[in-house]
């Protein structure tokens, strides 16, 4: 969410008439003196004082900026720069004309997916009715797992074949499917709170992810956000749980038995995933709200590189700059503990996934590529063919992921840096989307 700031504006004056686009205004969650206004369409807010919502009640109305100070100096007893406001509020996208002439520049407005889900279709997803009936299925499932411990989820549940490619190009298919479920599941849940909702690729450190661009929920108040937060992992947790009571009590054919044994384990290592809220995790956002911040993983790192250069210049004065400046300095005091605290996680955790990532993931991912690529060419000269197969479907899974890596995560930072291109450096923005 922005903070708005102010500067120069030429080319408006008191006689300036402005138009916004549609805005959504509530009160704010932390400043009973605040309001949130902002377009849930391209998720753009920013946080006013409560008299800015009169401000712009009275600009959209059609009155003139310097009208619109009059009737505010003499309604609030207060003197209030209108022309500053509207510059801001026009940098955020929020101002549709100046003038009568189109402004031009704002964010590009990006389709929801699924624009034809209406929160009437969705809402008793979330009522009481289905909040039993969701204890009900967790409590079953427990009683059963109590007396029946064998169900839980082993890293043996992977190979429910012989054939390790088979099993690998199975368990991704079945991943992939989950995980388009889990993100369709905070779609749906912001689609419940008539939020517009986007579901793409993206990155996080070296982990090819999905992801839900819930940004419209800013206009919601805390309390309904953490529904949208929460509605994948619980999600999840259904599925598991009938995956395991259909093993239970089903007596299903082993090799159905098998695909759902796999099923629960790949669904229990994304939801642990989850926890790592050192990347933008679900349970990441959820400590972003418990915590009232606005962008903790942008502000922690901010600190961690204002920590990192600080120390590198007092080593090296000669070499390296002084830092600007603590970029938490700005930011309230229970928002600057916070982030201050968050940046050793973020520092800690991404140090350690990525060291393991090097020391771990890159070997095996590549002893595997070479023992397949060893395969395939036994095969091709007489081997077994069999074995040939299972090779290629393993170069054949993996290849198309690390690829897929690859092109996303360029598209992205090539997207961010043409942003900072064009637009400066970013402003004390609201999270990123949900993954």
């Known amino acids: 969410m922005t903070t708005i700031g102010t500067e120069a504006a030429p080319d408006l004056s008191a006689a300036t008439r402005v138009r916004f686009h549609p805005l959504r205004i509530r009160p704010s969650d932390d400043d009973p003196d605040s309001v949130v206004v902002g377009r849930p369409e391209v998720g753009e807010f920013v946080e006013l004082p409560a008299i800015g919502a009169r401000a712009v009640e009275l600009l959209d109305g059609g009155a003139p900026i310097g009208v619109a100070e009059e009737r505010i100096a003499a309604e609030h007893d207060v003197d209030l720069d209108l022309v500053d406001l509207v510059l801001a509020l026009r940098e955020a996208g929020l101002v549709a004309e100046v003038d009568g002439r189109p402004t031009g520049g704002a964010r590009r407005e990006d389709r929801p997916h699924l624009p034809w889900?209406?929160?009437?279709?969705?809402?008793?997803?979330?009522?009481?009715?289905?909040?039993?009936?969701?204890?009900?299925?967790?409590?079953?499932?427990?009683?059963?797992?109590?007396?029946?411990?064998?169900?839980?989820?082993?890293?043996?549940?992977?190979f429910w074949t012989g054939y390790v490619g088979l099993a690998v190009l199975v368990n991704t298919a079945l991943f992939s499917v989950t995980a388009v479920l889990h993100e369709f599941s905070h779609l749906v849940?912001?689609?419940s709170l008539d939020a517009p909702a986007r579901i793409r690729f993206a990155t996080r450190l070296h982990h090819l992810v999905l992801e839900t661009d819930v940004t419209a929920i800013w206009s919601v108040p805390r309390r309904h956000r953490y529904r949208v937060y929460l509605s994948g992992l619980l999600w999840d947790f259904a599925v598991v749980c009938a995956a395991l009571l259909v093993m239970a009590y089903a007596r299903p054919h082993p090799l159905v038995e098998g695909l759902l044994s796999a099923v629960v384990l790949v669904i229990v290592m994304s939801m642990a995933l989850?926890?790592?809220?050192?990347?933008?995790?679900?349970?990441?956002?959820?400590?972003?709200?418990?915590?009232?911040?606005?962008n903790l993983f942008q502000d922690g790192f901010a600190y961690a590189r204002h920590l990192l250069r600080r120390g590198l210049h007092t080593a090296l004065p000669g070499r390296v700059a002084a830092s600007a400046g603590d970029p938490t300095a700005v930011l309230p005091p229970h928002e600057r503990r916070a982030v201050r605290i968050y940046a050793l996680a973020v520092v800690a955790g991404s140090a350690v996934a990525l060291s393991s990532f090097v020391l771990f993931g890159i070997p095996i991912v590549a002893h595997g590529a070479i023992q397949a690529g060893s395969a395939v060419l036994a095969g091709a000269t007489g081997g077994s063919l069999l074995a040939a197969v299972d090779g290629a479907l393993v170069l054949l899974v993996e290849g198309t992921l690390q690829a897929m890596f690859l092109v996303t995560f360029y598209r992205r930072?090539?997207?961010?840096?043409?942003?900072?291109?064009?637009?400066?450096?970013?402003?004390?923005?609201?999270?990123?989307?949900?993954?």
Do not use: N
């Not at 930072?413 to 989307?433: D, I, K, L």
């Open 413 to 435: 930072h090539s997207q961010r840096r043409r942003a900072r291109a064009t637009s400066g450096p970013a402003p004390h923005t609201a999270p990123e989307p949900i993954g």
């Open 189 to 191: 849940a912001a689609r």
């Open 274 to 294: 989850q926890l790592h809220v050192y990347m933008r995790t679900d349970c990441y956002f959820v400590l972003l709200d418990l915590l009232r911040c606005r």
């Open 117 to 158: 889900l209406r929160a009437r279709h969705v809402r008793w997803l979330f009522g009481p009715a289905a909040k039993v009936a969701y204890v009900a299925l967790v409590a079953a499932t427990l009683a059963t797992v109590v007396r029946r411990p064998e169900l839980l989820p082993s890293y043996r549940d992977f």
